[in-house]
């Protein structure tokens, strides 16, 4: 499907305007990857969560609610956090 887009857009203006027009989102979603196991920091997570209310995980990856001296991980902040 990402090739299908990628042709749409380069040869088709419509298909260029409308995927342009869309305004950017979650812009850190990939973040959590990277610090998803990390003792969790109430600053570093409200600044985070300003402009991205979703996030991207790997099937593969072992995440942890916390740490080995039992400290909330940022993952245990996500899974913990109602709607």
């Not at 109430?42 to 942890?64: G, I, P, S």
Request: charged share 35%.
């Amino acid at each position: 499907i990402d090739i299908l887009i990628d042709i749409a857009y380069r040869r088709v203006p419509g298909c260029r305007e409308m995927i342009d027009s869309v305004e950017t989102s979650n812009p850190m979603c990939h973040r959590m990857r990277r610090i998803a196991n990390k003792k969790y920091d109430e600053k570093f997570w409200e600044n985070l969560c300003r402009d991205t209310y979703l996030f991207k995980l790997q099937r593969q990856m072992e995440v942890r609610e916390s740490n080995m001296v039992d400290e909330m991980t940022y993952y245990g902040k996500l899974v913990s956090t109602q709607a």
